[in-house]
């Protein structure tokens, strides 16, 4: 037994040992000048055998391989979905980096294994490092079906009030990909979300206003009782980038609520008399003459 555990071990070292990294794939791949196609067949070759692997570095190693070659020339990787689950699944972060990386790049609702990969998600979502929170939040915007979404609403709506900023902030985010993929998920999380209107930091705030001007461009009429908030915003924000998504949400308000024009007018006109930046004049622009074409001062 003591021989057998040994010659695993010594067979494990080996295939780590030997195996081709990603630098050596993309090198060899640089001075190609023919036969592009051939080589990179026979490191699939190779992937395929390696992926296999019981030594975590050499799966997760092809794995990272694979999706560079996915990524490159599209090539089908659904073979290994299990694989990238696999992958996900492993302690090391640096590992765990590579699975997410595959999943978010290779899944999506026609892959059976897309529901195994429901509880790692959840474990990555509750863990205490940040950056594993992250990468699952990340992940779950990308690969969301309905029950993906789902299932893990209540995980996200948690993380919407997590004292660690860059999780609030990714949580935040992902929200609308929840609502697009499960509408019901607006019912339990969209108090919260509107909470972050009033957040302590600005980048969460941004994050908000992100997902509500999304909202508001597929469906307005949801967001008009916000307007009260949306106008604080647009009076307060001494950010650019924030205030466009505010004038873009007005750009589609307005035409559905004409008492809005008379309370934004003046606080359009004033942006476009003092900005310097040509984005937000723009947005201002077009903001006026889809909502406030009656307007005789913001027109003039």
Known sequence: ISNCINSG??????????????????????????GESRYISNHLDEIRKEIKSTDSNTKAVALQKLTYINMLQGVDMEWAAFHVIEVMSMTKFEYKK???????????????????ATNQ???????TNEYEAGLAL??????????????????????LA?????????????IFKLFTKYPEAVRIACKRLVEKLEDSDP???????????????KDPRSCIPLAPEFYKLLVDSKHNWLTIKIVKIFGVLTPLEPRLVKKIAEPLCELMKKTNAKSLLLECIRTIISGLPDHAEAMK
């Open 162 to 174: 997590s004292g660690r900023l860059y999780v609030r902030k990714r949580a935040t985010l992902v």
């Open 9 to 34: 071990m010594a067979s494990t070292i080996m295939e780590s040992l030997f195996q081709r990294t990603l630098e050596d794939l993309v090198k060899g791949l640089r001075v190609q000048m023919i």
């Open 203 to 217: 980048m969460v705030v941004c994050a908000a206003v992100c997902v509500f001007c999304e909202m508001a461009l």
């Open 98 to 116: 590579i699975g997410y990386l595959a999943a978010s790049q290779s899944f999506h609702e026609g892959i059976d294994v897309i529901l195994l």
């Open 138 to 159: 990340e992940c779950l915007s990308c690969i969301a079906t309905h029950d993906l979404a789902q299932e893990l609403t209540p995980e996200v709506f948690t993380l």
């Open 121 to 127: 998600i959840r474990k990555d979502l509750s863990s």
